[in-house]
């Protein structure tokens, strides 16, 4: 299917389905805002989808892809995209017993603090991230070095915390066609990906400075070794014949690992920052194995050895 059609299948589909299905979380480097301008960047056509850091997945609520994997190593998120495919009502149930009050938000925050929560039943866990999300100070999914969620209690008056038909228009795109969910590395979350599929790796950013990353999505952090192995990856992805979309922040280090392909600049809003200074309108990268007019490939003659030096 080209992209026209599918733009105007989604538009026809939206008309019909009531409750398009959105980002069910506020997600730290969510991209909401930036979809129209990575939808001019979208390759003409393709087969598979496969996002393999998904966070809220704005891009996949968008696109709504028939066929797809998504990935993310946060395992309490993908817990949340697992539980609202198979048990929505029961979800729904447990959300609507969660109170927006101060004590009970920390009592349900210490959870992750106790060695019994990784036994603690999928629903329970997925209805917690989901409260926390809403509940805490400017949304954010927050984790320190141990991996404990620790953004504190947002005050707020009146929390969506039961989105019932948000949540039951994406159980019901999640469990229609074929989406496969996975909890891995992204590497190993593309190892099925072949020609003809389309592959948008939305990472964690490579740090403007050393003050301005954001590290809390777990507790190992992203940094330019990981960077570094993930051009790889997108260096086998471009010899496999797949089309590759990739958000990064602006640096010249993301700059010099992508050079052989197409890169734009695109302003972003900074919706999310412990910093209330680093808010407000800040550029990035736009990185494309392809050219988005004609699809064409670019960089296929790149090999891993040829950025050696860029390793770290
Ligand atoms: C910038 S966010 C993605 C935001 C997403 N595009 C959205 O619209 O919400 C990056 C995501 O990468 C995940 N992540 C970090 N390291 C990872 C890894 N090695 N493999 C897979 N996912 C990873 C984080 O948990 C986080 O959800």
Request: hydrophobic share 35%.
């Amino acid at each position: 299917m080209s992209r026209v059609e599918h733009l105007a299948l989604r538009r026809r589909e939206a008309l019909c389905e009531p409750h398009h299905p959105k980002p069910f979380l506020k997600w730290a480097g969510g991209k909401r805002q930036l979809m129209p301008v990575l939808k001019e960047h979208l390759p003409p056509s393709f087969k598979g989808y496969y996002e393999p850091f998904v966070g809220a997945g704005a891009m996949l609520f968008d696109l709504q892809p028939r066929q797809a994997v998504i990935n993310d190593l946060n395992r309490d998120l993908i817990t949340c995209y697992k539980v609202i495919k198979k048990h929505p009502q029961d979800l729904i149930a447990y959300l609507k017993s969660h109170r927006n009050d101060k004590d009970y938000f920390y009592e349900l925050r210490a959870l992750d603090r106790h060695p019994e929560y990784d036994q603690m039943c999928e629903i329970m866990r997925a209805a917690r991230m989901i409260y926390l999300n809403k509940t805490c100070f400017n949304g954010l999914f927050r984790v320190n070095r141990k991996g404990h969620f620790n953004a504190p209690f947002g005050n707020y008056r009146n929390p969506n915390i039961v989105n019932e038909e948000g949540l039951m228009a994406v159980h019901r795109y999640i469990s229609r066609g074929r989406l496969q969910v996975f909890n891995t590395d992204f590497e190993e979350a593309v190892q099925t990906a072949r020609r003809g599929d389309f592959v948008y790796f939305d990472p964690p950013y490579d740090p403007l400075s050393e003050t301005a990353s954001f590290t809390g999505y777990q507790s190992g952090g992203f940094g330019r070794q990981e960077q570094y192995r993930l051009m790889c990856v997108v260096t086998e992805l471009t010899r496999r014949g797949c089309r590759v979309m990739l958000s990064n922040s602006s640096t010249e280090y993301i700059r010099s690992l992508y050079k052989d392909f197409k890169i734009v600049r695109v302003a972003a809003h900074r919706m999310i920052n412990s910093v209330g200074s680093g808010r407000g309108k800040i550029d990035e990268f736009l990185i494309t194995n392809y050219d988005p007019e004609t699809g064409a490939l670019l960089g296929q003659k790149r090999t891993r050895s040829s950025y050696t030096a860029l390793a770290i």
